[in-house]
């Protein structure tokens, strides 16, 4: 692993916090795959003199007494997870579980070659650690809570036993706007729709074959962008194909779309066998099709591109009926915006991510991630994609469920933060809840009491390879988080 010693992050201020970041950004650290981060995050205490623990799921706690003057205040738990998104562009040959970021410094943004930055937690993991190393910066007793796994199913604050932490505030830095205070966040539960089906032998004789591929949607943050109208690569693909269908015959024979739940699909591609002599038929419905898609998503995906090349004939396709059914089961599965809260201005309340797509070899799977701040109206929500899928002979699984974060507008904690924001910067943050998933409904299950709040620096296209962070902002960020540390309250005795 590199430690880009001689890097231009590592020049940047403050100069602690960037120097954590590039250090993170060296080790390759993908969801469920930790070990490694964990390994250096003991290292690194015991090279600060700092006491380090572990749970049964593998979450660090570091903790560092108070400064001198701030023996009497409440103590803080910090908290941020130290797992990346791993998602890159078709072109960019890149390996998350051996390669370090390799990141790039451009006007006052950091962003990546070609895949996620890791910004998302890693600033937040940074600026903890940063405060842990200083001996100049005043705060009080603080534990330093890294947890794992958060963006492929949350196990980590999930796992997360009551007792192990005694703070009386969580700061949680995983917001994603220097401007906005979070104080509430959606549940989500994981949908994992499968099925078989007999593979139909091919007719190769006066047959063709082509590969088409829909790449170049902008992708990003499925709660926190879901708003924004972006292209869902894998419900777009579905209505091509059945643009097509209305001209010709063809059959498919794979799918291959989306990739992470937590992230809204950039690419599919599709094989699919048709008649020869239907060839220019299709030719002109896919050219009609790209035409089409590329003039409804000119504003947010001005990059879409639909494309095709000849191949060879596949030996199996889907059946007639199978295929029929599926494609009907995929446009029927809602996605995106399902209902906006009628009681927060602007945020979103029910959604659903249409991830990934796999159709091959007689097996189907389709990965969905449902989101809301409405316990009720996620399950309400995840049965009617249920349902799309059932009718179509698939079974649907679900896991990975947490809950939402419910706000609590009259905190001691958010007050202390809303009004030193107002202080600092002359204006009113934004209050709100958020529409990702944060991981402070989950640890508030068993720390009930502990009182909560998040905020961050300014993260651009987070979960896509267009992944940045405003340097300008992380100082802004920086400047605020200690002096939330330096006002924390008094602890009642």
């Given at each position: 692993m590199?430690?880009?010693a001689?890097?231009p992050?590592?020049?940047?201020?403050?100069r602690?916090?960037?120097?954590?970041f590039?250090?993170?950004?060296?080790?390759?650290r993908?969801?469920k795959h930790?070990?490694?981060?964990?390994?250096?995050?003991h290292?690194w205490?015991?090279?600060n003199g700092?006491?380090?623990?572990q749970?049964e799921?593998g979450n660090?706690l570091i903790?560092?007494?108070?400064t001198?003057?701030m023996e009497?205040r409440k103590?803080?738990?910090?908290?941020?997870?130290v797992?990346?998104?791993?998602?890159?562009?078709?072109a960019t040959?890149f390996?998350?579980?051996s390669?370090?970021i390799?990141?790039?410094?451009e006007?006052d943004?950091?962003?990546a070659d070609g895949?996620t930055?890791?910004?998302?937690?890693?600033?937040g993991?940074?600026s903890?650690?940063?405060?842990?190393e200083?001996?100049?910066?005043p705060h009080?007793?603080?534990?330093?809570l890294?947890?794992?796994?958060?963006?492929?199913?949350?196990t980590?604050?999930?796992?997360l036993?009551?007792?192990?932490?005694?703070?009386?505030?969580?700061?949680?830095l995983?917001?994603?706007?220097?401007?906005?205070?979070?104080i509430g966040c959606a549940g989500?539960?994981?949908?994992?729709s499968r099925g078989?089906y007999?593979?139909?032998?091919?007719?190769k004789?006066?047959?063709?074959?082509?590969?088409?591929?829909l790449?170049g949607a902008?992708?990003?943050?499925?709660g926190?962008?879901?708003h924004?109208?972006?292209?869902?690569?894998?419900?777009?693909?579905?209505?091509?194909?059945?643009?097509?269908?209305?001209?010709?015959?063809?059959?498919?024979?794979?799918?291959?779309?989306?990739?992470?739940?937590?992230a809204i699909?950039?690419?599919?591609?599709v094989?699919v066998?048709?008649?020869?002599s239907d060839r220019d038929?299709l030719l002109?419905?896919?050219?009609a099709?790209?035409?089409?898609?590329?003039?409804e998503?000119?504003?947010t995906?001005?990059?879409?591109v639909?494309e095709w090349?000849?191949?060879?004939?596949p030996?199996?396709v889907?059946?007639?009926?199978d295929?029929?059914?599926?494609?009907l089961?995929?446009?029927?599965c809602?996605?995106g915006?399902h209902r906006?809260?009628?009681?927060?201005?602007g945020?979103?309340?029910?959604?659903?991510n249409?991830?990934?797509v796999?159709?091959?070899?007689?097996?189907v799977?389709i990965?969905?991630?449902?989101?809301?701040?409405?316990?009720?109206e996620?399950?309400?929500?995840a049965?009617?994609?249920?349902?799309?899928?059932?009718l179509a002979?698939?079974y649907?699984?679900?896991?990975g469920?947490?809950p939402?974060?419910?706000p609590?507008?009259?905190?001691?904690?958010?007050?202390?933060?809303?009004?030193?924001?107002?202080?600092?910067?002359?204006?009113t943050?934004?209050?709100?809840?958020?529409h990702?998933?944060?991981?402070?409904g989950?640890?508030?299950?068993?720390?009930?009491?502990?009182?909560m709040v998040?905020?961050?620096p300014?993260?651009?296209?987070?979960?896509?390879?267009?992944?940045c962070?405003?340097?300008s902002s992380?100082?802004?960020f920086?400047?605020y988080?200690?002096?939330?540390?330096n006002r924390?309250?008094e602890s009642?005795a």
């Amino acid at each position: 692993m590199k430690d880009y010693a001689d890097h231009p992050v590592r020049q940047l201020e403050p100069r602690n916090l960037w120097n954590r970041f590039a250090d993170l950004n060296a080790i390759p650290r993908p969801s469920k795959h930790e070990d490694r981060v964990v390994k250096w995050l003991h290292q690194w205490a015991a090279d600060n003199g700092l006491q380090s623990l572990q749970d049964e799921v593998g979450n660090v706690l570091i903790k560092k007494n108070p400064t001198p003057g701030m023996e009497s205040r409440k103590t803080v738990v910090l908290q941020s997870h130290v797992d990346m998104v791993c998602q890159k562009n078709e072109a960019t040959e890149f390996d998350f579980t051996s390669e370090g970021i390799r990141m790039i410094v451009e006007g006052d943004w950091v962003r990546a070659d070609g895949t996620t930055l890791g910004a998302d937690n890693g600033i937040g993991v940074a600026s903890i650690l940063a405060v842990l190393e200083s001996s100049d910066l005043p705060h009080p007793a603080l534990e330093a809570l890294f947890t794992i796994d958060e963006e492929t199913g949350m196990t980590g604050a999930l796992g997360l036993q009551g007792g192990f932490l005694t703070g009386d505030i969580l700061l949680n830095l995983d917001t994603e706007d220097d401007d906005e205070i979070s104080i509430g966040c959606a549940g989500g539960v994981d949908l994992t729709s499968r099925g078989t089906y007999v593979p139909e032998e091919t007719v190769k004789e006066g047959n063709e074959a082509m590969t088409l591929v829909l790449r170049g949607a902008s992708g990003g943050h499925s709660g926190m962008d879901i708003h924004k109208g972006l292209a869902n690569a894998n419900k777009l693909m579905n209505r091509v194909l059945l643009e097509a269908l209305d001209h010709i015959d063809l059959r498919v024979a794979e799918i291959h779309g989306g990739g992470l739940r937590n992230a809204i699909p950039r690419e599919s591609r599709v094989t699919v066998v048709f008649a020869a002599s239907d060839r220019d038929v299709l030719l002109e419905a896919f050219n009609a099709s790209g035409s089409t898609l590329k003039s409804e998503y000119r504003t947010t995906d001005p990059d879409l591109v639909l494309e095709w090349t000849e191949t060879d004939v596949p030996d199996f396709v889907l059946g007639e009926d199978d295929q029929y059914a599926l494609l009907l089961a995929i446009q029927t599965c809602p996605v995106g915006i399902h209902r906006m809260s009628p009681d927060i201005a602007g945020l979103v309340q029910t959604s659903n991510n249409l991830a990934r797509v796999s159709v091959a070899s007689g097996n189907v799977e389709i990965q969905c991630l449902n989101r809301s701040s409405v316990d009720s109206e996620k399950d309400d929500h995840a049965r009617s994609i249920e349902a799309a899928f059932a009718l179509a002979g698939l079974y649907t699984e679900r896991s990975g469920a947490y809950p939402g974060w419910t706000p609590n507008p009259s905190s001691e904690a958010v007050a202390m933060c809303r009004d030193l924001y107002e202080e600092r910067y002359q204006e009113t943050p934004r209050v709100l809840a958020c529409h990702a998933g944060l991981e402070c409904g989950i640890l508030g299950t068993n720390y009930p009491d502990m009182d909560m709040v998040s905020f961050g620096p300014n993260i651009r296209g987070a979960h896509s390879p267009d992944e940045c962070v405003q340097i300008s902002s992380v100082q802004k960020f920086w400047g605020y988080f200690l002096e939330v540390l330096n006002r924390t309250p008094e602890s009642i005795a």
